[in-house]
């Protein structure tokens, strides 16, 4: 049995000798460099463009534009409306407007000082207030990207009913994901004449669609492999290098290499978006929640990346992991001309985690309840109806988590003064809300007898490698040395969806079990599990039929209502609580985190060490959430004054999990990857307001915030 | 991007000072982990003067009560040095502050001062310790004060062709002394505010007192209206407050309102209450 165990990473060894090949270190002696020459301005329209002198420049090969773009010069996961290159307006500080390729990196990028654009301002929108009431728009079709709406039951009714009710305005930052490596590639053309890029990525597939589309090319001229990743968070979502890496390609006919530099990609990733929380609940004497109501608004930049994608999970999740009957919950997301925000780590929900947290700790001390009891009676549980009104038939471990933080709850004592302790508590949709995402995986049985998983499934840092060949060893029950990996590769993998809302191993993880069982029966069938030799099974079968066993599995939701959010938007979902103690020098405003418990209910824990792992992560970015992360739009350049958390500001993490097997998951198991993260800013924020006594309702809450909530509550006092 | 240039290691103080005389547009490495982001940045220098292998000029000795530090001592070497730690642990305690383990490696004291950011960390307790620095070129050799030596943010007096050589202190025998910073995270972060000080207490009485603030004002400065006032009187809390609304007017009329304030000064009264208070 491998499926349980801590297997170690199949690709740790590569990792810390150094072996692992990342982006950057497939560069060859032969490549050209490309780097991007970006918009200076929020909102211009671009007047003239001046890159001779650039040209002149020995070493300097091409100036790239929008005009070179043979196809479609628009690309995005859900909707195609960001330019690869700037067609004649910039709508953000950062957008690409040129790609310069040169001889090398040097050449490249002094080069970039020489071009000169001449812009003509259009009025910048720059906050979401703005973006509602100003004539100027951002996009010609409007302010207004998305609008998500979910109601359940009548939320007056509900607050008629409640005998306290809280409401407050909640504010998160904008946040960048930081991953350690930042966006690179290489591509070449191949001798079969196809454009190779081979990059840092969360999704393969998704990339070749969109590389095809902007150079007018079928899919099939195109191949797109995952070079080793260093950290995607869902960064590496959306397009990054790859389209210029093309294009470079598909005109100059040879290898090409880019790499953002630090400060490239704090100004031209997508960013979490920063939402404006309103948040309401009603709450009977005895701690029952009767209602809910969130009204949401977003700033999502210029382009809608995964914009909708947050608008709608955002209600989706509002009213927390809890039993509510009733809610009214809504999401807007405005075009702005700030950075674009995209998919990150939980998809809007860490922020909501935060407002419905603190709205249950104050309710528990003006209900005088305790927050572990108050979270236990409303907690969702096996046969509950969601806030879309879904039944949670299975795999609804919230109440065991919150039991296993209990006694660890109940047993705190508070030390000096200063000394807190807060709960959070999370439920989260693992895949994408209300539509298909599948993902194939297959299996071939080669000539040497070994069998080669074929996975389009990008491992990110993760360990989906190591999980999905847990999951494949158990379901042909064989030992590793048979098995091969292959993958990332679009040339011999089929779709496997992209890294993100936690569903790899829930999917692919699925998908992988699903070939398994065929190739199974076919060995079965063959004799191998009574000694036959795979070589010998491959030479009697290879002229019967094609070695290859197709795995699939698309998790069967059956979506949900377009106006009221209301029907099964996930098919399962993961639950965690999170207990975090913390200390604030009341001085100086600083907040230290002594520990943190974390339980998670991850259906079956595949691999406890690497399930371990990201919740170490996960408490790690949430404490960078909650105290310092602080992403200010056009003025932060780089970890000079981005700071996120160092291995000193963060503590020691107990984690504990819960099995509540997933009926549909590969073996029991759901997702974690993003759950991780989730609660942590919210019990953080509560332990401070244990701790000192003062609300926070805007992030960070980094010692600056701190210190001058503590110093107002004393000139009130 | 890094422009071209030459990196000279000379092996002496002598052949150091030769480069920064003869060669054209030098500039002094001691470490460079300010130098070269700045030169990352644009900034250029056809001649790098690398110091960091010149034993002379890395280490801390003792002459006539007086404790010389060497400009290429590091961060790592100062934090840890006994004879620091013992004479002047406010500066020890400072030092091992900056940065990271990485950046405390490379970094320098020289580097630090001749930097002259109005956040670094080793000014202020070098500035109670009334520290004496030693500037030399080809054919001359000079002193200056730490606090006559900071001409302003990121200025001091230093010339192109003169090398920051030593930093001398006096140890403050009978004072107790300590540094204290405020900053964004545990670790790796610039002083959002510092303290530095020093106190003589006689029978309950401040016979003498040294306050040094960084990253409040320009320049890091002694708050000697504070330290008179306090000379002679009493240590409890109302003679702590009075010294503390002193301290925050002198900031005050150094650089006006400024709006950090509303965070820095509020914690600065704090600290300050807590150090002098005895709270």
Redesign the interface.
């Known amino acids: 049995m491998f499926v349980g165990r801590d297997l170690t990473k199949i690709d740790a060894l590569a990792k810390v000798t150094g072996k692992a090949a990342f982006s950057y270190d497939l560069k060859t002696e032969e490549m050209l460099f490309a780097c991007v020459l970006r918009s200076e301005r929020p909102h211009a329209r671009i007047t003239n463009i001046d890159a001779r002198a650039a040209l002149a420049v020995p070493g300097v090969l091409r100036i790239l534009s929008a005009t070179d773009i043979p196809g479609k010069n628009v690309y995005g996961a859900i909707r195609k409306d960001q330019p690869f290159l700037a067609d004649g307006i910039v709508r953000f500080v950062g957008e690409p407007i040129l790609v310069v390729v040169a001889q090398n990196?040097?050449v490249a990028?002094?080069v970039l000082g020489l071009i000169k654009v001449e812009y003509a301002e259009i009025p910048s929108i720059l906050s979401t207030t703005a973006a509602a009431e100003s004539p100027v728009h951002v996009r010609e079709e409007g302010s207004l990207l998305a609008l998500r709406t979910l109601r359940k039951g009548d939320v007056e009714r509900g607050f008629a009913d409640a005998d306290v009710v809280i409401e407050h305005t909640y504010k998160t930052q904008w946040i960048d994901h930081a991953f350690m490596e930042t966006e690179a590639g290489v591509a070449y053309p191949d001798t079969d004449g196809r454009i190779v890029v081979r990059s840092s990525t969360q999704n393969i597939h998704y990339k070749r669609a969109e590389i095809a589309r902007m150079l007018a090319l079928p899919e099939e001229r195109v191949r797109v492999l995952q070079a080793t990743t260093g950290g995607g968070f869902g960064g590496k979502l959306d397009v990054t290098v790859e389209g210029f890496l093309a294009l470079a390609v598909y005109h100059l006919k040879r290898p090409v290499v880019m790499r953002f530099t630090r400060e490239e990609s704090f100004l031209s990733n997508t960013k979490r978006h920063p939402l404006h929380i309103e948040y309401k609940t009603g709450f009977r004497k005895d701690g029952a929640i009767t209602a809910v109501k969130a009204n949401i608004i977003g700033d999502t930049g210029p382009y809608a990346s995964y914009g909708e994608t947050v608008c709608l999970r955002v209600p989706v999740h509002a009213a927390g992991p809890y039993e509510v009957p009733n809610v009214h919950a809504e999401c807007r997301m405005f075009f702005t001309n700030n950075p674009v925000a995209g998919a990150m780590r939980g998809f809007g929900i860490p922020q909501v985690a935060f407002a419905h947290e603190s709205q249950l700790d104050e309710a528990a001390e003006q209900l005088g309840i305790d927050p572990i009891d108050l979270r236990m009676k409303n907690a969702l549980k096996k046969g509950s109806l969601t806030a879309t009104s879904q039944v949670l038939s299975a795999s609804a471990g919230l109440l065991e988590t919150l039991r296993q933080v209990e006694p660890f709850w109940r047993k705190r004592r508070k030390g000096r003064r200063g000394n807190g302790f807060g709960l959070g508590c999370m439920y989260y949709g693992i895949g994408n809300t209300g539509i298909a995402n599948p993902a194939n995986a297959d299996l071939e049985l080669a000539e040497d007898g070994t069998i080669i998983l074929h996975t389009g499934a990008c491992d990110i840092g993760q360990g989906s490698d190591t999980v999905l060949l847990q999951i494949l060893l158990d379901t042909i029950n064989v030992e590793p040395r048979y098995v091969v990996l292959d993958r990332g590769d679009t040339a011999t993998s089929q779709d496997a969806g992209s890294t993100s809302a936690s569903r790899q191993t829930y999917i692919s993880g699925s998908a992988v079990r699903n070939a398994g069982i065929k190739l199974r029966a076919f060995l079965e069938q063959r004799g191998f599990y009574r000694g036959t030799p795979l070589s010998e099974i491959y030479r009697f079968a290879k002229d019967e039929k094609p070695l290859r066993f197709d795995g699939y599995f698309d998790p069967p939701a059956s979506g949900i209502d377009k106006e009221t959010s209301q029907g099964v938007p996930y098919v399962t979902y993961g639950f965690a609580t999170h207990m975090t103690e913390v200390q604030v020098e009341?001085?100086?405003?600083?907040c230290?985190v002594n520990k943190v418990w974390a339980s998670h209910d991850v259906g079956r824990a595949l691999n406890p060490r690497l399930i371990n792992g990201q919740i170490q992560g996960g408490v790690a970015m949430g404490i960078g959430f909650a105290?310092?992360e602080d992403f200010v739009p056009r003025k932060t350049r780089s970890f000079d004054t981005y700071?996120i958390?160092?291995?000193?500001?963060v503590p020691e993490i107990e984690v504990m999990l819960v099995e509540d097997p997933e009926p549909t998951g590969p073996f029991g198991a759901k997702g974690v990857g993003e759950p991780a993260l989730i609660p942590q800013a919210a019990s953080l924020i509560n332990a401070v307001r244990d701790a000192v006594g003062v609300s926070v309702f805007e992030l960070p809450c980094?010692?600056?915030r701190l210190?001058?909530l503590l110093?107002r509550r004393k000139e009130k006092t | 991007?890094l422009q071209r240039f030459s990196s000279l290691r000379p092996q002496s103080k002598r052949e150091a000072l030769a480069c920064l005389s003869d060669l054209e547009d030098p500039v002094v490495i001691a470490g460079g982990t300010d130098l070269l982001v700045r030169m990352k940045k644009g900034e250029s220098h056809r001649n790098l003067v690398d110091i960091t292998s010149i034993n002379e000029l890395s280490g801390a000795a003792e002459h006539n009560k007086h404790i010389t530090i060497g400009c290429a001592s590091t961060f790592h070497m100062v934090s840890n040095d006994t004879r620091i730690r013992a004479c002047a642990p406010s500066l020890a305690e400072a030092a091992s502050w900056i940065g990271?383990p990485q950046i405390r490696s490379m970094a320098t004291i020289g580097g630090n001062l001749v930097n002259a950011s109005p956040a670094a960390d080793s000014i202020a307790p070098l500035l109670v310790h009334d520290a004496e620095l030693t500037l030399e070129s080809k054919d001359q050799v000079r002193t200056e004060s730490l606090e006559a030596f900071i001409r302003g943010p990121y200025k001091t007096s230093i010339s192109a062709a003169e090398l920051l050589s030593s930093i001398s202190i006096k140890p403050l025998d009978g004072y107790v002394e300590g540094y204290r910073r405020?900053a964004?995270?545990?670790?790796?972060?610039i002083s959002?505010l510092s303290v530095a000080w020093a106190m003589a207490l006689e029978r309950g009485t401040f016979a003498d007192v040294r306050l040094a603030i960084g990253s409040c004002t320009p320049t890091p400065f002694r708050a000697r209206n504070v330290e008179r006032f306090l000379a002679g009187k009493e240590r409890k809390p109302g003679v702590a407050a009075e010294a503390v609304e002193l301290c925050l007017a002198e900031i005050r009329s150094i650089t006006g309102e400024r709006p950090t304030f509303?965070?820095k000064l509020?914690?600065l009264r704090?600290?300050l209450h807590?150090i002098l208070g005895g709270g």
Not at chain 1, 586 to 590: D, F, I, N, P, V
Not at chain 1, 645 to 649: A, E
Not at chain 2, 184 to 189: E, F, S
Request: glycine share 2%.
């Open positions: 990196e040097t990028r002094q009341e001085a100086t405003g600083a230290h105290l310092m700071y958390p160092t291995s000193m500001d980094d010692l600056e210190k001058i110093e | 991007m990271s405020v964004k995270r545990a670790a790796w972060a959002r509303v965070y509020p914690v704090d600290l807590a």
